[in-house]
């Protein structure tokens, strides 16, 4: 029920290296540390706390069990004796990437690997909006995985009638059954609503303002938050007159006007999910290759060339996302379909779109934490679970040194990444 993201480098990609092997933990400059339950400080490394302050040089911070107790620069930070101390000299430390728009498999063993995929590439949390059916997501929800991102679900979301798409999500025509909807989900506490309203290039008629104002209202009542998959800048304003309260993708349509931007500007809660389609210029994907198979990188390789009209496509949401950004809207990241790999190239495009690298960080990171209401998640933070990225490069420099990752912790343990590298001897 959702347009795929069209990277022609994030295609859906699933069911490689299901089986997980656990491992123990060396203590190197690489990231690898015992796993939680001492206590352990990181130093030396240059910080990106993940709440939009500059860089902490020459930083330590403690890591008690599955949490981070204090935060600081070297010599400052005092950690307790007997405590094993890891020199990230050289490296740069940020927290872990939250995801906020993904759809997720619908298997118990394809969740555990989509899970378990996203932690190789720093990612500890993910939203999958609107097409999980049954009881499974909200079991899996309940559950933790070691050296796995954690799960968080919109289960089915709310459309009119699209025959021949998928059936996961209710089909409602009528306030009734809108309002009926939005009960059943909220007896399922799910993290968020999921609407769309789009009619899919004049396909199917979409959500109109009375029911999308229904589901609004009654999910409020019941506590809960709904975002809107939409296209037009029309249907953009109506949601935010109607009391939306964050959007899974940008306007596409065209570029916002005077009027779309006010209204923006007087809802200053509503939280912005770009899901920026593919850029269509020539990306070289060669820092896929330690985890993507050669076959299927070739593929993906290939379809990563300079393409005039995909770019101008990109250049209504980049604009679009720039100028929100420009007036202060809340921006937070998402990917939308199942790459999980996804999340480095939207933060590339956030940048290229306008926004600074640190900006595209903390929208990755605190922002769409705060999003998922993960209240000890985002940030690199006392108090915070100790989830964050080792990495080989600055972002701050250049934002594609996401992908250069020399190691992940996820509560306080590193995740073994080895079963997800290709062996290229």
């Known amino acids: 029920m959702h347009r795929v993201k069209t990277h022609s480098h ?15 933990w060396s203590n190197s400059a690489d990231g690898q540390a015992p796993t939680a339950g001492g206590v352990t400080v990181f130093e030396g490394a240059r910080l990106i706390t993940g709440d939009g302050r500059a860089p902490i040089e020459n930083a330590a ?93 919109a289960g089915r ?50 959500l109109t303002p009375e029911l999308y104002g229904a589901i609004i209202d009654e999910a409020h009542k019941s506590g809960l938050r709904v975002t809107a998959h939409i296209f037009a800048l029309e249907d953009a304003k109506g949601l935010l007159r109607a009391g939306i309260d964050a959007f899974a993708h940008g306007v596409r349509d065209k570029d916002i006007d005077d009027e779309g931007l006010a209204l923006f500007k007087a809802h200053p809660n509503v939280v912005v999910v770009p899901n920026l389609p593919d850029r269509g210029v020539t990306t070289d994907l060669g820092w896929l290759s330690e985890s993507v198979p050669a076959s299927e990188l070739e593929k993906l390789q290939v379809a990563a060339t300079n393409r005039p009209a995909v770019q101008a496509t990109f250049g209504i949401q980049g604009r679009n996302l720039a100028k ?41 990171t605190r922002t769409s934490a705060e999003f998922m209401r993960l209240a000890d998640a985002g940030t690199v933070a006392a108090g915070k679970s100790a989830d964050f990225i080792v990495l080989n490069a600055n972002p701050l420099d250049d934002i594609t040194n996401t992908r250069r990752i020399a190691a992940v912790y996820l509560r306080g343990a590193a995740v073994d990444r080895a079963p997800f590298r290709i062996d290229t001897r």
């Open 324 to 364: 929100i950004n420009a007036a202060g809207v809340r921006i937070a990241l998402g990917t939308d379909g199942n790459t999980p790999w996804a999340p480095h190239v939207e933060m590339a495009d956030m940048v290229a779109a306008g926004m600074t690298p640190a900006q595209a960080l903390t929208a990755a």
């Open 61 to 153: 911070f403690v890591v008690s069990g599955t949490r981070i107790t204090s935060v600081g620069r070297m010599g400052q930070v005092r950690p307790p004796a007997g405590a094993t101390h890891v020199n990230l000299a050289g490296k740069t430390v940020m927290p872990a990437i939250i995801d906020t728009h993904t759809h997720l498999s619908t298997t118990r063993e394809a969740i555990t690997n989509d899970l378990r995929r996203r932690a190789f590439y720093g990612i500890g949390a993910a939203l999958s909006m609107g097409t999980d059916p049954g009881e499974l997501p909200f079991q899996m929800r309940a559950q933790t995985l070691p050296g796995a991102a954690l799960y968080r679900t």
């Open 157 to 206: 979301g709310i459309t009119m009638p699209e025959p021949g798409r998928s059936d996961v999500p209710y089909w409602v025509t009528t306030e009734t059954e809108a309002r009926r909807a939005v009960q059943e989900l909220a007896a399922n506490k799910v993290d968020i609503v999921k609407i769309w309203v789009d009619d899919r290039s004049g396909m199917y008629k979409k």
């Open 10 to 24: 994030v295609l859906p990609f699933a069911g490689l290296f299901a089986v997980v092997v656990l491992a123990a």
